[in-house]
């Protein structure tokens, strides 16, 4: 009777832990899913690219670091360029007419910044046509296909491309311009123009999450094996100290 009572307690005991363990590996996938979700956008925050829209596209020269480093450093000097025009027109037609009556100005700006960081090569500067991969701008996805844009390309334009939408302002001129009081001092003006820098790598941030995927998809490939790996080290622990019991 004894012995039938010390059984009858270990495998309850036996049942409790393997419980524990069901539990606890539950818990760990769930958590790890949940922790991988990203929140979902809800209707209300979309930002839509309208049919009537103009692009601003740079793509680099190669995906190496120095050539990914100059095409940031032109995307910067155009986006100064830009913002420094205000307001665009209200219509597509004008707005047109408008960006293309600087374009010039765009690539004085473009080779300006190709010149400071000593690239040995030039800027194709067009507004036009032009063919888009398929993109994501705040959780939309838009397919591949040829939409109007600014479109500057640097050297051979083999690497991974900078882009936002420019018109309407989304990004920049007006997105940034409209928000800015204007400034009365030097200290004031240098906020200014840093808060705009600010909104403009904000707001484009999503837009160009394609430029990341591949270090993204690294970076999960190598978590994976290092999370299959942890549960099976603690299966294994597991297991192990409950065979020392029975």
């Not at 793509?59 to 360029?81: F, G, H, P, W, Y």
């Not at 991969?133 to 640097?154: Q, S």
């Not at 690497?159 to 030097?186: D, H, I, M, Q, R």
């Not at 998809?217 to 080290?233: I, M």
């Amino acid at each position: 009777m004894r012995g039938h009572s010390h059984y009858s307690f270990f495998s309850f005991a036996k049942s409790v832990l393997i419980s524990m363990v069901a539990l606890l590996i539950g818990g760990t996938v769930y958590l790890a899913q949940a922790a991988g979700r990203e929140p979902a956008a809800s209707a209300d925050d979309a930002v839509l690219i309208p049919q009537d829209s103009i692009r601003i596209r740079i793509i680099a020269q190669s995906d190496s670091e120095e050539d990914q480093a100059i095409k940031r450093a032109v995307r910067d000097r155009v986006s100064d360029l830009i913002v420094s025009w205000g307001e665009l027109p209200d219509t597509l037609p004008e707005a047109r007419a408008y960006i293309e009556a600087r374009l010039p100005d765009v690539r004085s700006a473009a080779e300006s910044a190709l010149q400071d960081e000593k690239a040995p090569y030039g800027a194709d500067i067009e507004l036009a046509e032009v063919p888009f991969p398929e993109k994501t701008f705040e959780g939309t996805v838009y397919p591949a296909a040829d939409y109007e844009a600014l479109r500057i390309t640097l050297g051979d334009g083999q690497g991974a491309n900078w882009w936002c939408v420019l018109f309407p302002p989304l990004c920049l001129t007006a997105a940034t311009a409209k928000e800015e009081a204007p400034a009365s001092n030097a200290d004031e003006k240098a906020e200014t123009k840093t808060t705009q820098a600010q909104k403009i790598e904000k707001t484009s941030a999503a837009a160009n999450a394609d430029e990341q995927e591949a270090a993204a998809a690294a970076d999960t490939a190598e978590e994976k094996p290092k999370a299959k790996f942890f549960l099976a080290v603690l299966l294994e622990k597991l297991f192990s100290f409950l065979s020392s019991l029975f």
